[in-house]
């Protein structure tokens, strides 16, 4: 699977390098989709390239920024405020002319499109089973609904369609949210249930189990909160993930293979076949390069430092009891090269830097034979003292682990080889625990939530780590979640669907606080849109911007 995303997108390459000579030439050898995708072996290339638009969205910079700043966990960091600050910010500068939003925009619909397509001709390909054809179908609805989904989630009422496109159209339609879940997303899904084998054709690609995961993501955002726990603990039960035990080898990049993984993005070791690669490794890191005992080098990452933790975040975890905090951030570098820290000399393999999460006073930090890096609680955003959290303009804090990548080939490599995980089975347990509650049946949420908590524990605090009816509340519901899917693409989504999104990035993201605003809900169509329709008039600008 990992090979198979690229293909078409090199074919293509090549069609286009020689596009001139074949017009010219032989018109008639140029291949299209009416003649390629009537063949068993045709549709699977167009199925297949229906998959290699998902590479633009998960593991990238762009949806990195539209799912993770602008929350109350993450702000700009050093990187951010140089990149893109006005996303997280809510600016008057967030635009439709913003080349984040125009390129996840594209990329979205490029894969709705290539979707369509595939659903319109597999009726048409011949010497096929029937049972292969709804199969072929199904993973194509299925990856349709979640490209709309996204779509609907960003932009709210805006183009949507069950047609390909042919040729130049110039026309776009506003299109209500709920006909895109009506219409689109709902059947899709429930169509891809019925009709996905229960075991994946090839590792990455979708079957019943993940069509079931994510139409239970769908239904607890459209407040159908017994359907979302019926198939949240259909596939907690009924098939054979497990979750990865300690929390911390979730994330080790030998073990991606792993059976709580329930779907995710392929990337590849080999850059013939990698696109873009999965560069999250860049985003979420400390500039350790600034200790004269660091070099860059590829286990500890090349840092970009886009997005910063925000106090709350920090605020979340109990580090006595629960592992997640260990498992999810890096606080300790080791020194690669010799130097001298303090008047201590550090050789290769010595602490280099250490960040704790108390005050500590100045003199032990000098008297220390490495970095020693403090919190006192301070904005993230604004501190300047000496070794805390946030010093160094925004450079210098706890770095997320679950997306570095020490396999890459060289220090500068952007392109990482690490799958990206959409759908992991924690994310069913946190949907059941939160459909329960919302259905007033607090043990069942908290029977849910108390599995998560016990994988979580410290070994000997699994006890600790426990909770009770009355301790399940929204607010225990989007800390849990934030302390378990930080960083993964949830966030921006959480708060938006518990409308919780205005209130906490005032109380939690001081960057963003004085300027997001209802408008904020949804982000500006691109402007390349607005200008290109013909029907201006119909499809105008989200309100706001």
């Known amino acids: ?5 690229n293909v078409l997108t090199i074919c293509l390459g090549l ?71 006005h996303i997280n910010n809510y600016s008057p500068n967030f635009l439709g002319t913003s080349g984040t939003v125009t390129a996840i925009w594209n990329a979205l619909y490029r894969g709705i499109n290539q979707c369509n397509t595939v659903v319109n001709k597999v009726g048409l390909v011949q010497n096929i089973s029937e049972q292969r054809r709804k199969e072929i179908e199904a993973e194509a609805r299925f990856l349709r609904a979640l490209y709309y ?28 949210e709920e006909t895109f879940y009506n219409q689109g997303i709902i059947p899709d899904l429930e169509f891809a249930v019925e009709n996905l084998p229960v075991n994946a054709a090839a590792y990455g690609r979708t079957f019943k189990g993940a069509a079931e995961a994510l139409l239970a993501r769908v239904q607890l955002t459209l407040g159908n909160w017994p359907e979302a726990e019926r198939l949240a603990a259909k596939v907690i039960s009924e098939y054979s993930f497990e979750l990865v035990k300690p929390y911390i080898d979730l994330w080790d990049i030998q073990n991606e293979r792993n059976p709580e993984f329930i779907w995710t993005v392929q990337f590849s070791e080999d850059p013939l076949f990698n696109g873009p690669g999965n560069s999250g490794h860049l985003y979420f890191i400390f500039d350790y390069t600034f200790n004269p005992a660091m070099v860059r080098d590829v286990e500890n990452g090349r840092p970009f430092q886009r997005f910063l933790p925000t106090n709350y975040l920090f605020s979340l975890y109990d580090r006595d009891i629960d592992a997640r905090w260990e498992g999810s951030f890096k606080t300790t570098w080791l020194a690669n090269t010799s130097a001298v820290i303090n008047g201590h ?32 609680g ?104 934030a302390r378990e899917l930080v960083g993964e ?21 001081l960057d963003a606080a004085p300027n997001i605003k209802e408008m904020h809900l949804v982000r500006p169509i691109p402007q390349t849109q607005i200008d290109r329709v013909s029907n201006p008039g119909e499809f105008p600008q989200n309100p706001g911007y």
């Open 1 to 5: 699977m990992k090979n198979i995303f």
């Open 149 to 176: 989904f996204h779509v609907v989630q960003q932009w709210g009422g805006v183009h949507f369609s069950l047609e390909e496109t042919i040729g130049v159209e110039t026309e776009a339609n506003r299109t209500p």
């Open 378 to 481: 301070n904005w993230i955003g604004g501190v300047t003292s000496f070794q805390e959290i946030g010093t160094n303009q925004r450079r210098n804090y706890p770095s997320l682990l679950k997306f570095l990548d020490p396999l890459r080939p060289s220090i500068n490599e952007t392109a990482g080889r690490r799958d990206f995980p959409v759908i992991r089975l924690a994310e069913m347990y946190l949907i059941a625990t939160e459909a329960a509650w919302r259905q007033n049946k607090n043990a069942e949420a908290a029977a849910y939530v108390n599995v998560l908590r016990t994988r979580a524990a410290k070994p000997g605090k699994e006890a600790e780590m426990q909770v009770g009816p009355g301790d399940i509340d929204l607010d225990f519901i989007l800390e849990e979640r």
């Open 15 to 85: 069609v286009m390098m020689s596009c001139e000579q074949v017009l010219v030439e032989d018109p008639v050898s140029l291949a299209t989709a009416d003649g390629h995708y009537t063949t068993e072996a045709g549709i699977e290339d167009g199925l297949k390239a229906s998959y290699t638009t998902l590479r633009s969205l998960y593991g990238q910079e762009n949806g990195f920024f539209l799912t993770v700043t602008g929350t109350d966990i993450f702000t700009n960091g050093f990187g951010g405020i140089a990149n893109n600050p």
């Open 345 to 376: 000399t550090v050789s290769p393999g010595d602490t280099a830097i250490h960040i704790v999460m108390h005050p500590v006073a100045d003199e032990e930090k000098l008297a220390a034979p490495y970095w020693l890096i403090d919190y006192k």
């Open 489 to 509: 693409k949830f966030r921006w989504y959480d708060l938006k669907r518990t409308g919780t999104l205005l209130e906490r990035v005032k109380a939690h993201n």
